[in-house]
């Protein structure tokens, strides 16, 4: 049987500290592999028959590494798609995701700064509507990463609206999971069983 797509957290390293990350990134992991460990399983991967490689964090361009580990994804063939917070995503960087056709997904948590930063960090909103404005004008593809929370619940349809504004070919709507980090905000960020009952429809308007 043959791989489709790889979902690879390629470093638990993380600028930010959202309140919802399940993995509680943060500082990098003692053992994560190494820039040539790293190069040999994407050759395991496209080994294995995959098309498609999902980088996600962590923040993945947080490692020194990660742009050659872009090159050699495409390289072999296989499609790169990043989930991001775009942070890191300055000129260099896009000319680099342009030219190797990377798709990008961009995390953003509310539709306006207040409610983004209150729970991803101050500044945060600011700097992904900046990138992804970016983005859209220089023909990068781009998908709007959501975690659907109480603060953010009612305002999916402001959210679908920025995602259009700024080019974006989608939105991916995830609901919050009250582990890793979001034990400590489940006040602040968990879904009432009658707003998970009206999920689909907030999300299908």
Known sequence: MLLREIHWEVTNKCNLRCKHCLPMSG????????????????????DAGASEVFFTGGEPFSRKDFPALLDRTVALGMRATVITNATFLRSATLELVKRL????????DGANEATNDAIRGQGSFRQAVEVLGQCRDSGISTTLYVTVTTANVERLDALARLAIELGCSGVHFNEVTIAGRAIGFSDELALSEEQKRHLPELVAQ
């Open 27 to 46: 500082p990098a992991r003692p053992d994560e592999l190494t820039a040539e460990e790293a190069m040999a399983a994407l050759d395991t991967f496209r």
């Open 101 to 108: 056709q990377v798709w990008l997904g961009v995390s953003l």
